[in-house]
């Protein structure tokens, strides 16, 4: 018989966003709750993502500013950046953000626990125990599970990180030296953001993207807007390009790949001293027993309905594993869900179309909803509202009012279908349009919502009053 102890309502497999957030919300629902974490707490985002990416992009964006002192009347003289002290710092930030979760762990009560677990089927998971002593096991059962294992770089076939010459994200929020070059494979969110910040840095970066456009999830209006900046910085930009895997050439010397133009121009050489290959994630699906259960496992990830809940009852699935949008954000409202579905609260169904995308390069880049593409492709008429930064006097103050914020409504209903922002602080700005989608509310809503002036705020009332053609600054 197993030790009362062993024995939850809830256990948690995988103590990151996603799988922290939902024992926190399970205890605060009244659930026994036990959290099974391989790591250290926080998982991907704050060890090797959000957060470490970010504190690097912040000494970036500031050394920009810096190096921009005199525009604003100011002497800051000879600047320049430090990696080792922009690292230390990094470690600094994200131990006391370690810290504040395991506070938190123990304010709402969870049993953290130390380990790698695998379901021996649906309610049960053995931990073999990580307790820094002697290691064992435990046995845990629970009257449910919530998997949240998360992800890991997925590479090119072909291509095999060594983590000094060709390095996945994970060694770059490791690492604490500058490249002299540096080429970038793949321009989605995560690539984009390191060629920014090391372009701030003085690497000469190559980045190179197989599609037609740089982010590519992102509306084309963004990525074009994107790849003139980058260009203006002096980023080497190589969209439409298929990396030939078979040529690259990695040692001490550096990197040497060739690159085909994927419709069929010329072919080029790129070298560099290091190369970054941020081509994606891989769902965490093997090794965690899934085979002694019903859950099901398509193009990779977990499969799951919009509460969560996988082919199995009573075990759930959220996060990176479960595809959809691969964000902290998403995965810590998917737990809610999960959890408030387990506690029979009938909580919304998830809807990506409501979740913001953000994208921390250098100008931001954030979005919430459909893309004029999308919207074009299921025949969906709609009106387009554009408002660029240059209109906005609080941009002007700041002087950063490259880009544009763009709101695109339909044309039957005025209701905002979604919103594409480029520019300053728009990761900040997206969530009034992401509450426009949840609330279903019409452009005119928007515009007549008073912003304060001078505020970066205004842009999003001045797109809405421009659906309609009326926009006063712009
Ligand atoms: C470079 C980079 C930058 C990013 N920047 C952003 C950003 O700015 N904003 C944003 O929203 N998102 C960002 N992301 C994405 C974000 O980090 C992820 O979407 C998020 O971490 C997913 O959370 P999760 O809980 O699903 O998984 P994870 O955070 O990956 O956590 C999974 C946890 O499960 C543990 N685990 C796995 N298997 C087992 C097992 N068998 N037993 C016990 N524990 C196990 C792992 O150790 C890990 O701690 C970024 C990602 C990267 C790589």
Redesign the pocket.
Known sequence: MDAPSDTFDLVV???????YTAAFRASQLGLRTAL?????I????LH???IP??VMLESADLLARMRDAATFGLRAGDVGADMIAIAARRSEIVKRLTGGLLSLVRKNHVELIH????LEGPTSVRVSLDDGHEGGERLLKAVNVIL????R?RSLPGIEPDGRVVMT?DDI?ASDRVPSSLIVVGAG??GV?FASFYRDLGTEVTLVEYLPSLVPLEDAEVGRTLERSFRRRGITVVTNARLDTASLVANEAGVTVMVDSASGGERRELHAERMLVATG?AA?TS??GLESTDVEVVAGVVKVDPLMRTHEEHVFA????VGGL??????AHEGIVAVETIAGLAPQPVDYNVMPR?T?CRPQIASVGRTEEELKRDGVPYVSGRFPWLGSAKAVIGGDHEGFAKILSSTATDQVLGVHLIGPHVTDLVSEGALALILAADASVLAHTVHPHPSLSEALAEAAMAVSGQSINA
């Open positions: 497999l995988g103590g990151g966003t996603g799988g099974v974490e391989a790591g250290a926080g998982g991907t985002c090797r993502g959000c990416t970010k380990g790698i677990g695998r949240a294992t998360g992800s770089p994200s929020v969110a995560v953001e994630r965490n090794g965690i959220i996060g990176d594993m691969l964000l902290a954000h998403a995965a953000a921390y």
